[in-house]
């Protein structure tokens, strides 16, 4: 597993990637990906088509209902469901994988726009929902609301070249500590745990949130079609990228290469610090 960790305070102590450990400080949690709903066919609707254009029989083995209906939505464009449907076609390509192959190969990722996927995210940085939203075509995004949710014990994201440095993560750890304390702090001086006026209590929440790092952990969900997920996973996942958006849409990868093998199924690994950096030659598709 790779080395870039999350830290939130508790007794357990600061685990560090040599083994130390100081007390009273932190303990590691790690940034993790859920993949939590996918597109499914509705089966009667896609029947009843398919019987109005007059190819009731057609079948495909698409491995997923994604894949399935990306394959529905691109046949659909030029009626290839079966030879002579559409007069100009005497030929068709059979086969789900096949079919979303040459798709992928001559760029016609409106297509890929059909499937969706929803993920969440969780300890995950605001350093890395930040990165996140400039993604914005073809996605949805909720994420969990510090207006709403008050802060009182602080999680953060730690790159790999802080924890190289005992000095320069000790510092990091210490400035973390602080500002969790200057949030109990300040809970304490308005009284907001005894607060019954929940509008009252909303508005300090959100003011507390404004001397809480950028590197607090935090939960999104995110949605996204194929076509923006195949953008995101080669941008993301450059060794030139934030290390915490590799790490996490190189999860992101590894859960959705076996289940949907036809539309990711171009993409190859290059391992590049401990973490993949995942290639197609068929970019922005």
Same mark, same amino acid.
């Given at each position: 597993?790779?080395?870039?960790?999350?830290?939130?305070? *508790?007794?357990?102590?600061?685990?560090?990637?040599?083994? *130390?450990?100081?007390?009273?400080?932190?303990?590691?949690?790690?940034?993790?990906?859920?993949?939590?709903?996918?597109?499914?066919?509705?089966?009667?609707?896609?029947?009843?088509?398919?019987?109005?254009?007059?190819?009731?029989?057609?079948?495909?083995?698409?491995?997923?209902?994604?894949?399935?209906?990306?394959?529905?939505?691109?046949?659909?464009?030029?009626?290839?469901?079966?030879? $002579?449907?559409?007069?100009?076609?005497?030929?068709?390509?059979?086969?789900?994988?096949?079919?979303?192959? *040459?798709?992928?190969?001559?760029?016609?990722?409106?297509?890929?726009?059909?499937?969706?996927?929803?993920?969440?995210?969780?300890?995950?940085?605001?350093?890395?929902?930040?990165?996140?939203?400039?993604?914005?075509?073809?996605?949805?995004?909720?994420?969990?609301?510090?207006?709403?949710?008050?802060?009182?014990?602080?999680?953060?994201?730690?790159?790999?070249?802080?924890?190289?440095?005992?000095?320069?993560?000790?510092?990091?750890?210490?400035?973390?500590?602080?500002?969790?304390?200057?949030?109990?702090?300040?809970?304490?001086?308005?009284?907001?745990?005894?607060?019954?006026?929940?509008?009252?209590?909303?508005?300090?929440?959100?003011?507390?949130?404004?001397?809480?790092?950028?590197?607090?952990?935090?939960?999104? $969900?995110?949605?996204?079609?194929?076509?923006?997920?195949?953008?995101?996973?080669?941008?993301?996942?450059?060794?030139?990228?934030?290390?915490?958006?590799?790490?996490?849409?190189?999860?992101?990868?590894?859960?959705?290469?076996?289940?949907?093998?036809?539309?990711?199924?171009?993409?190859?690994?290059?391992?590049?610090?401990?973490?993949?950096?995942?290639?197609?030659?068929?970019?922005?598709?």
């Amino acid at each position: 597993m790779h080395d870039l960790v999350i830290y939130a305070r *508790n007794t357990f102590g600061i685990a560090y990637p040599n083994g *130390n450990e100081k007390e009273d400080v932190m303990k590691v949690i790690r940034p993790s990906v859920f993949l939590v709903g996918e597109t499914k066919i509705v089966e009667q609707g896609l029947q009843g088509y398919l019987d109005h254009i007059g190819v009731p029989d057609w079948k495909t083995d698409a491995p997923s209902d994604a894949e399935k209906l990306c394959e529905v939505m691109g046949r659909l464009c030029y009626k290839s469901f079966e030879p $002579g449907l559409n007069p100009n076609v005497t030929k068709v390509r059979e086969g789900n994988r096949p079919y979303l192959q *040459n798709v992928i190969s001559v760029g016609h990722g409106s297509v890929l726009e059909h499937g969706y996927l929803n993920f969440i995210f969780a300890d995950v940085s605001r350093v890395f929902t930040h990165e996140l939203v400039r993604h914005r075509q073809g996605v949805g995004i909720s994420q969990e609301s510090l207006r709403y949710v008050r802060l009182e014990s602080l999680s953060a994201s730690i790159p790999t070249c802080i924890q190289e440095n005992e000095v320069g993560m000790a510092l990091f750890c210490k400035t973390m500590e602080q500002l969790e304390d200057v949030q109990r702090e300040l809970a304490d001086i308005y009284g907001i745990r005894d607060m019954k006026d929940f509008a009252v209590k909303k508005k300090l929440t959100s003011a507390f949130r404004r001397v809480a790092p950028i590197g607090l952990a935090t939960n999104i $969900g995110w949605s996204c079609n194929f076509r923006a997920i195949r953008h995101v996973i080669e941008m993301r996942t450059e060794p030139v990228a934030e290390e915490e958006i590799r790490l996490v849409f190189g999860q992101v990868f590894e859960i959705i290469r076996g289940r949907y093998p036809n539309i990711f199924g171009d993409y190859e690994t290059e391992d590049v610090d401990g973490l993949p950096w995942v290639k197609t030659a068929h970019r922005k598709v």
